[in-house]
C-alpha cells in the first residue's frame, strides 16, 4: 500500500471489553513501533518490532497490552478488560530501517486508531 | 524532568512573521532529531530532520541544533496560515530505536 494502515479508525469499547488493532506497514519496512497519544500529549511508545522479532515492549503500560507482528508484516495491538484510562489514539509507524544517524530513519505513521473505553 | 521538553503553547504568530519553536532534552549521547508536524486529527508527519550542530534548511523551515546546549529549534519563515498545526520534537533512543517525544507546541497562524 501507499502509506500505513491502521483499523479500525474508531473503536468504542465497553469497559472489560477486549480489543484488537490492526497495522499494517509499508510494504519491505523493517521497523514498526505502536504509541499511545493521549489527548494534548505527545505520543507514547509502547513496543516496537523488528520484523517479527519484539526487541523492546518496556513502553506496554500492563499486561493487558500485547503486540506481535507473526510474519513481519502486519501487526496486531490487543487490549484485554479495557479500562477507561486506556481511552487514547493508537498510532502505528513503519521505517525502512532501524533508526540511527546515518541511516533512512523516516518513521511514517498512520492515520491511528481513535480507542474510547465506556 | 522529562527527556524531551517544549512549550505546549499555543503560540501565536501572524502572517509571513518567523514562527519560533523550542525543544530540550536531557539525554547528551542524543545524536538524532526530528520535528513531525500534527494536524488536529492526523497523524504525525516528519517535516525536518538534524543530526549536527548548527542550522539546517529546508525551504521555509530551518532546523537549529546546539547539542552543548542540548537544545534544537526550528524556525517557520513567512508563516503561512497552513502552518497552524502542533509541532512535535522527537528524540531516537539510539540502540532500542523507540522516539521520545516532547508535548507538542501547538502554533497558530493568525490571517
Known amino acids: 500500500g501507499a502509506g500505513v494502515s491502521q483499523s479500525p479508525r474508531y473503536k468504542v469499547a465497553k469497559r472489560g471489553q477486549d480489543v484488537a488493532l490492526r497495522c499494517d506497514p509499508i510494504s519491505g519496512h523493517v521497523s514498526l513501533f505502536w504509541y499511545q497519544q493521549a489527548l494534548g500529549q505527545g505520543p507514547e511508545f509502547l513496543t516496537y518490532?523488528?520484523?517479527?522479532?519484539?526487541?523492546?515492549k518496556s513502553g506496554l503500560p500492563s499486561d493487558r497490552f500485547f503486540a506481535e507482528r507473526p510474519e513481519g508484516s502486519v501487526s496486531t495491538l490487543k487490549i484485554q478488560r479495557t479500562q477507561q484510562e486506556d481511552s487514547a489514539v493508537y498510532l502505528c509507524a513503519s521505517s525502512l530501517q532501524p533508526t540511527g544517524v546515518g541511516v533512512n530513519t523516516e518513521a511514517f505513521f498512520g492515520q491511528g486508531t481513535r480507542l474510547t473505553v465506556v | 524532568q522529562k527527556e524531551v521538553e517544549q512549550n505546549s503553547g499555543p503560540l501565536s504568530v501572524p502572517e509571513g512573521a518567523i514562527a519560533s519553536l523550542n525543544c530540550t532534552y536531557s539525554?547528551?549521547?542524543?545524536?538524532?532529531f526530528f520535528w513531525y508536524r500534527q494536524y488536529s486529527g492526523k497523524s504525525p508527519e516528519l517535516i525536518m530532520s538534524?543530526?549536527?550542530?548548527g542550522d539546517k534548511e529546508d525551504g521555509r523551515f530551518t532546523a537549529q541544533l546546539n547539542k552543548a546546549s542540548q537544545y534544537v529549534s526550528l524556525l517557520i519563515r513567512d508563516s503561512q496560515p497552513s502552518d497552524s498545526a502542533t509541532y512535535l520534537c522527537?528524540?531516537?533512543?539510539?540502540?532500542?530505536?523507540?522516539?521520545?517525544f516532547g508535548t507538542g507546541t501547538r502554533l497558530t497562524i493568525i490571517p
Open positions: 522527537a528524540v531516537p533512543n539510539f540502540g532500542n530505536e523507540k522516539l521520545t
Open positions: 539525554d547528551r549521547g542524543s545524536q538524532s
Open positions: 538534524i543530526y549536527s550542530n
Open positions: 518490532f523488528q520484523n517479527e522479532a519484539q526487541l523492546d
